[in-house]
């Protein structure tokens, strides 16, 4: 489990196709307090930690993994969004977030609005309806709140902090993000799918 408040901006230093995808990320994190097997969003996806190093750590990541995240986009230089697994008595300061990316969002306008940036995304047809004005969801790991729904696209503001503390400050038009719908959303949406039935 994950809060969607990111810790770390990590950066990929190789890729390699082993049978999975493997993936190096240097980061900030001390290392040495990070386990063989321990669970870190990357970009929003769970992914285990299969080899340690000073400032680094490897993760594999399985084909329907890649399938179904912008993963496949990583090469040496991509600046990634981390956090470490919510420990027990950790502050819950965003949303509730599992690390199981749902679909792909593609950003379609930003928008300077005084301090802020306006980033408009679309969603996959089959997630918009999962997705509500003032709303959570987690995009390239990060919790944020929906301003604002049009069909399949959906507003998000981005103050100064945020631009700053995640990979959010180099958004551009026709970047793929990775989307996790709220829980709840998908919870309420399948009981008033049962109570219609």
Sequence with gaps: MFTGIITDIGTVTQTRQEGDLRARIQTAYDTAGIDMGASIASDGVCLTVVALGPDWYEVQISAETVSKTNLSTWSAGKRVNLERALRVGDELGGHIVSGHVDGVAE??????????????????????????????????????????VDGCDFGINFIPHTKVATTWGDVKVGDQVNLEIDTLARYVARLSEMHSS
């Design 107 to 148: 950003v379609v306008s930003v928008s300077e609005e005084g301090d802020s940036t306006r980033v408009v995304l679309r969603a996959p047809a089959d997630l918009a309806k999962f997705i509500a004005p003032k709303g959570s969801v987690a995009l390239n790991g990060t919790s944020l709140t929906v301003n604002a």
